[in-house]
């Protein structure tokens, strides 16, 4: 009865939920960034291990690209449970993503481009555009997700903007996760970089990145 009671609380205040859940999300991410997050939380991460995650991260960012693309040609074609199937399965892949990433920064540390400079502003430029898209993705993504698992199809497509929105969230979210995949091939299969320890180095290297 309180599942039920829930689930119609979430469907009847879908945006409140997309904040609420936001919110979290941020908090959790900035916190491990500056380390409010306790380190305790996070393994203690060798150089192999954090280039094994970065690995493990790009083929699961590789992969979603490639099921959010199959989601958008099946609702494109009407078929409508497998595109729910896919999206579903892309939010989890996020999921993942976001675990390794966090464990990653929490547990190890970052790895800063060193090249030449033909390549490395290329680089910065789309390590700002993944980042950005990236954050600003996170209650546009969600909110598609919360409408889509509250409402039927019918309601999505008559009483909804669930079309609309996934349409944003996807384009956003594939160009966000192709231009992590490039960025991680420059840096880590074409040229050099240099491995810098603790979560802060990634809010130095943002602000490199925006200054």
């Known amino acids: 009865m309180a599942t039920a009671s829930a689930e119609m609380?979430?469907?009847?205040?879908?945006?409140?939920?997309?904040?609420?859940l936001s919110v979290v999300g941020y908090a959790v991410v900035i916190g491990t960034f500056i380390g409010i997050v306790p380190a305790q939380i996070y393994p203690d991460l060798s150089l192999t291990e954090?280039?094994?995650?970065?690995?493990?991260?790009?083929?699961?960012?590789a992969v979603n690209v490639i099921v959010i693309l199959a989601?958008?040609?099946?609702?494109?074609?009407?078929?409508?449970?497998?595109?729910?199937?896919?999206?579903?399965?892309?939010?989890?892949?996020?999921l993942i993503f976001l675990v390794l990433y966090l464990t990653k920064i929490g547990g190890g540390g970052t790895k800063e481009f060193v090249g030449p400079a033909v390549a490395y502003y290329p680089?910065?430029?789309?390590?700002?555009?993944?980042?950005?898209?990236?954050i600003i993705s996170v209650p546009v993504v969600l909110y598609a997700i919360v409408l889509g698992i509250t409402h039927t199809p019918q309601e999505l497509r008559?009483?909804?903007?669930?079309?609309?929105?996934?349409?944003i969230a996807a384009s956003a979210w594939v160009l966000s996760l192709t231009l992590g995949v490039v960025a991680y091939v420059l840096?880590?299969?074409?040229f050099g970089w240099e491995y810098i320890e603790s979560g802060?180095?990634?809010?130095?290297?943002?602000?490199?990145i925006l200054v």
């Open 50 to 61: 954090v280039n094994i995650i970065s690995d493990a991260i790009a083929v699961v960012n």
């Open 123 to 134: 680089y910065l430029g789309m390590l700002a555009i993944h980042i950005l898209l990236s």
């Open 158 to 167: 008559e009483q909804t903007p669930h079309r609309r929105v996934g349409r």
């Open 187 to 190: 840096l880590n299969h074409t």
């Open 200 to 208: 802060t180095a990634v809010i130095l290297t943002m602000i490199m």
């Open 9 to 20: 609380s979430l469907k009847r205040h879908p945006l409140a939920a997309t904040i609420i």
């Open 71 to 94: 989601g958008w040609r099946w609702i494109r074609r009407n078929e409508v449970r497998k595109h729910a199937a896919a999206m579903l399965t892309s939010f989890g892949l996020i």
